[in-house]
């Protein structure tokens, strides 16, 4: 018998980013996919295309300095991901 609690449905935001020579992050929104395997799908895709080929690697931001790359972030729906003010310095 379930508890009755279903887990929470996530969605998949694949970025990339490429750093720029004044050390600024360029970072494209490249889609939003309903699993990881998909997200990889579409790096797969996109990763010999101009600009993507320079940089053509999934990025793990726990291990890797390097910040360029294909980066894959699950976001599960319904939740905030933001729950802090910001400040404009």
């Known amino acids: ?21 004044t050390d600024e992050d360029d970072v494209k929104v490249i889609g ?3 699993s990881r395997r998909d997200a990889e799908a579409a790096v ?3 990763r010999l295309q101009p600009g993507f ?8 931001p726990e291990a890797d300095d390097d910040r360029n790359g294909f980066y894959i972030d699950e976001y599960p729906i319904g939740k905030d991901h933001w729950t802090e003010g910001y400040v404009t310095v």
């Open 1 to 21: 018998m379930s508890s009755g609690v279903r887990p929470m449905p996530s969605v998949f935001v694949l970025q990339h980013c490429h750093v720029l020579p």
């Open 32 to 34: 939003v996919y309903a």
């Open 44 to 46: 797969e895709r996109l």
């Open 53 to 60: 080929i320079d940089h053509p690697r999934i990025v793990d």
